[in-house]
C-alpha cells in the first residue's frame, strides 16, 4: 500500500510539473500589449523607405555598405554592429521587438537566419537573430500602431492588410488605397487616391475612414493639427494645413518630391531643372539648400537626418537634425561594413 501511495504521488507531482510547464511555455511566449498610441516609426522616415527607426537612445537601420542588412547604434553612431545578415526595409519598434519588411538574404557575415524569404517579419531586441516571419508576402510599406502590423502587398496594393504582432489575426482591413504611413491618434493619414485625393483619415478602432481636409495633400505628416504634406494641385508645392481652421499656407513654391518633418524643420528634395534637398523651419522662415543634386532615402534620428544619392543608393550622407548644417559620408556605417566583410 505504502507503494502505491508513493508512485501516486510521483505520478501527481509529474503531472503538476507538466501542467505547469505548459502554462509557463504559453505565458513566456505571449506577447505583452503595448502601451496605447504606440507608433513603431515617423510618417516621414517611412515614406522614406523606413531605413531608419529610433527606441531608448538606439538606432536601428539598414546598411547600405553592407546590402542594407540590419545594424543597430546608439544615437550618436557609437557602438555600431551587425545585428542580421538579411536586407531589410520599412523598420518599425516598440518596447520589445523590431518588425521590417524582409526583402531577401543579405550579404557579409552573420547567421541569416532565414534564407531569401520575403515578407513580414518580427525580432526579440534582445536578441534579433531569432526572428519569426509574420506573412510571407512581397510587399513595401508597413507600420505599427498599437498591437497591430498594417501593410500593403506587390499583388494587392488597393487593399490594407492588417495583422496582429504573433501573426495571428490577419484580415484585409482597408480597400481603399491606403499608404500606411503617418499615424496618430490612432488613424492613419492618407491621400484619397481613388476618388477626389482629399487627405483622409482611417479610424484603427472601426475600419471606417473621413475626410480630415478638403485639401489634397500626397505624403501628409501629421503633427497635432497640423499636416505637412505635397499640395497635388500646385505644383507639388509644400504645404502646411491647420485641420482646425481648414488654414493652408504654402511654404515653398519648389517642385517637391519627398519630405520628412522633425522636431524643427520640414527636410525636403525639390525636382526642378535645379534639384536640391533643402531644409525649412516648420513655421516657414529659413530655407536653406542642405545638398545639391537629386537625393532619396531621407531618413531622421534625434541626432541627425540621413539621405542617399539617388543614383548612387551605397553612398549615404549625413547631417545634424537641427543646428548648423554640416553634411558629411556615413563613416561609421562604412568602416562597420567593411569590419564585417574582414571577418
Known sequence: MKNKIIAAVIIGVVIL?????????????????????????????????????????????????????????????????????????????????????????????GLGFIISTTGIYRADLKNPRNGECLDRIIGEHLVLAGNYLYYTCADDENTLTKIGRDGKEKEVFAEPDVLPGCVQNNAIYYTNNGNDLHLMALDLNTGSSRTASTEDIYMPIVDGNIVYGIDIHDNYSLVRVNLSDGTKVTLDRVKTDLINVTSSYIYYQTSESNPQLRRISKDGSNIEIVAEGTYTNINATSNYVYFSEFNSPTSIYKTPVSGALNVTSFDAAYQAALSELNK
Open 17 to 109: 510539473l507538466c501542467i505547469g510547464g505548459v502554462i509557463f511555455t504559453k505565458l513566456s511566449d505571449r506577447i505583452p500589449d503595448n502601451p496605447p498610441n504606440t507608433v513603431g516609426n515617423t510618417a516621414g522616415n517611412l515614406y522614406n523607405g523606413g531605413m531608419f527607426c529610433e527606441h531608448d537612445g538606439y538606432v536601428y537601420f539598414a546598411n547600405p555598405y553592407d546590402s542594407n542588412t540590419l545594424y543597430g547604434m546608439k544615437a550618436d553612431e557609437t557602438e555600431i554592429k551587425k545585428l542580421v545578415a538579411v536586407s531589410v526595409s520599412s523598420l518599425n519598434v516598440d518596447d520589445n521587438f523590431l518588425y521590417y519588411y524582409q526583402t531577401g538574404s543579405g550579404g557579409g557575415a
